[in-house]
């Protein structure tokens, strides 16, 4: 891993080609997230990272990596951590900021997207308590499983 990569509190599940990194506060529904689209919620969902992850920038990309002490594991609210096949390294495509107050409204044009490392992305902001699955869903384009 490059020096230059900085450490943040958010989990990141890749979705088809490119990841969704969820940020949030402690308790604001990351791993349950993680979980659904582990779950079947997407048709291809693959984990990287839960609770903390790396994020660093090659050739004007945002990759995201698990933290090599928790790699492959993500924590089941109520039963403890779970040992899943993770990726190593995938490229952020979108960033869900769970618990976000601006998530209330409809999003001004500069709210859809932030800057991490340098890096402009899209993101989407959920209300606290608000269920981030179906806004999820409902931006990629993809229906909910039956």
């Known amino acids: 891993m490059a020096a230059e990569a900085s450490t943040i509190h958010a989990s990141a599940v890749l979705v088809g080609p490119k990841a969704v990194l969820i940020r949030g506060p402690s308790g604001s529904g990351k791993s349950r997230l993680a979980w659904q689209l582990l779950d079947g919620a997407v048709p291809f969902a693959r984990l990287v990272g839960d ?3 790396y994020l660093e920038v090659r050739a004007g990309q945002l990759l995201v990596r698990p933290s090599p002490a928790l790699a492959g594991l993500i924590e089941a609210r109520g039963l403890g951590i779970r040992r899943l096949g993770h990726e190593p390294v995938a490229v952020v495509g979108l960033v869900m900021d769970l618990g976000s107050p601006d998530g209330e409204r409809l999003q001004a044009p500069k709210a859809a997207q932030v800057a991490l490392e340098g890096v402009i992305l899209t993101r989407l902001a ?15 384009g993809t229906e909910p499983a039956g």
């Open 51 to 53: 609770d903390r992850v």
């Open 126 to 140: 959920v209300a606290p308590g608000a269920d981030p699955l179906p806004i999820l869903l409902a931006f990629l």
